[in-house]
C-alpha cells in the first residue's frame, strides 16, 4: 500500500511539474472599450505611462502640428500626389509655422521614368501657396481642422484631421469638386484614412531646389 501512494505521489509531482512548465506569466490589459490584450511578461522590458497633452486654443494647436509626421497607410500620399501606388513606400506630413505639404517615400527598387531618380529618397512635392497652405482648426475643438488645398477652379482637396494631440492624429483623405448645379456647393468623396504619428526630422528633396538637411519649409 505505502508502495501505491509512493507511486502516486511521484506521478502528482511530475504531473505537477509538467503543468508548471507549461505556464506562462501574462500581463492583461483590459481597455476601456472592453478589448483585451496579452502580454508575456518574459519579454516586457518596460512600463511607462505617458501624459499626452491636446490643444485648447488654435494657438495651441497650430503650434503642435509644426513638425514632421509620419502615416501608417503608405497610400495616403499615391492618392494625395496622383502617384502610382507601387512608386510609394510610405507617407509623411512636414508642417511649418507657414506652410504645409505631403511628402513620400520613394520605394528603393524604383525605376519609373519620373521618380527612378528619387529611389529610397523622400520627396515632399508642391507646398506653394496656390497649392495651398491653408491649416484650419476647429475653434470649437482645437482637436479638430483641415489641411486643404485648392486644385483648380472646381476641385480641392483636405486632410482632415482629428484626436489630435503632441505625438498624432487621425487622418481622413476628402476630394472635393464643385457642384456643376450649384456653385455655392461641393460634392465630396472620402478616399483614405489613417493615423499620422511624429516622428524626428529627415532629410527630404524638393524638385528643382535640392535637398533640405532637417529643415522645415519656409517662404
Avoid at 57 to 62: D, K, P, Q, R
Avoid at 180 to 205: A, I, Q, S, W
Wanted: include cysteine; aromatic fraction near 12%; glycine fraction near 6%.
Amino acid at each position: 500500500m505505502k508502495k501505491i501512494i509512493s507511486v502516486l505521489a511521484m506521478a502528482l509531482l511530475v504531473i505537477g511539474a509538467a503543468q508548471a512548465q507549461n505556464q506562462v506569466r501574462k500581463m492583461v490589459v483590459r481597455t476601456a472599450n472592453g478589448d483585451v490584450t496579452r502580454f508575456k511578461t518574459a519579454e516586457i522590458e518596460e512600463v511607462n505611462f505617458e501624459l499626452n497633452s491636446v490643444p485648447t486654443t488654435v494657438e495651441e494647436a497650430e503650434a503642435m502640428l509644426v513638425g514632421y509626421w509620419k502615416c501608417n497607410n503608405q497610400f495616403m500620399g499615391s492618392i494625395f500626389n496622383k502617384v502610382d501606388e507601387d512608386i510609394v513606400e510610405s507617407t509623411y506630413i512636414i508642417v511649418s509655422e507657414d506652410l504645409w505639404g505631403v511628402a513620400f517615400k520613394i520605394a528603393d527598387s524604383c525605376t519609373d521614368e519620373e521618380f527612378g531618380m528619387y529611389a529610397g529618397q523622400i520627396l515632399l512635392l508642391e507646398y506653394s501657396d496656390y497649392y495651398g497652405n491653408n491649416i484650419s482648426v476647429n475653434s470649437d475643438d482645437p482637436t479638430t481642422g483641415d489641411f486643404f488645398r485648392i486644385v483648380n477652379s472646381v476641385e480641392g482637396e483636405s486632410l482632415s484631421f482629428k484626436n489630435l494631440d503632441q505625438n498624432s492624429f487621425d487622418a481622413i483623405y476628402i476630394d472635393y469638386r464643385r457642384d456643376e448645379n450649384d456653385l455655392y456647393n461641393y460634392n465630396h468623396e472620402t478616399k483614405l484614412c489613417g493615423t499620422f504619428n511624429r516622428v524626428e526630422p529627415f532629410e527630404y528633396v524638393i524638385p528643382g531646389y535640392g535637398l533640405m538637411k532637417n529643415g522645415l519649409m519656409k517662404k
